[in-house]
């Protein structure tokens, strides 16, 4: 078990026996996720208060929930003390099942909470390396905010956003060919004038770890810049007969091709194309 979900909560402290159970999983690195509570209390009820106990060693989140224009639901709990250790996430009007003639609407943080255990577990599945305190630090350095910037009352953390929580998050490193890690992300660089955009276009890929050593491919191509002044252009090879591009010690020289004679029966379709040749 990697995650629980605890869709319940009350407004007194849990007693001796749940809370035994919770240090027992907390302890062996499972995440807990539970509802902050449908009474739009000023603080999250109990156990999603927990979360901000040290015992618990960060491995318990409080769950909010948001509407449908993800403002806070009027029930939900607001993130209060928990701040730090509360998401918020779809609770409201959830279509939770359905029969052949109808579906069933549901609203509460009950149901907002599946949506961040869900969330942890599919970062589990991709990235089975993770511990249980890095997957819930990566939702909440990725969650989107929302209402006052920055950490708050109301919303915590903010809103799960797990096309971040799939990206690499932090410093990116490769290895080099002499086994020395190489950061990604501070790598850029201009591809020379000859290059045009080939780089982009083709992704240049390779393999990156981000902070948490998650695996990822980046495309390096993207990182290099076609340079802006590329000296030549299709505009004035259309009025000037030979241009040429320094690269290093080497020189290319682009010219335009003269048409061939008709005696020999040749036909370049590039010179009525108008396309430079090297």
């Not at 996720?33 to 208060?49: I, L, Y």
């Amino acid at each position: 078990v990697r995650v629980i979900n605890l869709s319940l909560g009350g407004s007194t402290s849990t007693g001796s026996t749940l809370n035994a159970a919770l240090l027992r999983a907390t302890n062996a690195g499972i995440v807990i996720v539970a509802s902050a509570g449908n009474d739009a209390t000023a603080d999250p009820e109990f156990p999603a208060q927990l979360s901000i106990d040290p015992r618990f060693r960060g491995l318990i989140i409080a769950a909010g929930s948001t509407d449908t224009v993800e403002a806070l639901s009027t029930f939900s709990a607001k993130a209060g003390v928990t701040r730090t250790n509360y998401l918020v996430a779809p609770g409201t009007d959830i279509i939770a099942d359905c029969d052949t003639t109808s579906c069933w609407r549901v609203s509460g943080t009950s149901f907002s909470a599946p949506h961040i255990s869900g969330s942890l577990a599919l970062l589990f599945q991709a990235f089975p390396n993770l511990t249980g305190v890095q997957a819930v630090d990566i939702l909440y350095r990725t969650a989107r905010d929302l209402g006052t910037t920055g950490i708050d009352a109301t919303f915590g953390r903010g809103i799960i956003d797990l096309e971040r929580a799939f990206a690499p998050v932090g410093a990116t490193a490769t290895t080099s060919s002499s086994g020395e890690a190489v950061r990604v992300d501070l790598f850029d660089g201009i591809a020379g004038q000859a290059f045009g955009d080939a780089f982009m276009l083709d992704g240049l890929s390779t393999a990156v770890l981000d902070e948490y050593q998650r695996p990822f491919n980046d495309s390096l191509g993207f990182r290099l810049r076609p340079q802006s002044d590329l000296g030549f252009s299709a505009e004035t090879y259309a009025s000037e007969p030979q241009q040429a591009a320094q690269i290093g010690d080497s020189l290319l020289s682009f010219s335009r091709r003269t048409p061939a004679s008709a005696a020999w029966g040749v036909q370049d379709d590039r010179v009525h194309a108008q396309t430079p040749v090297i």
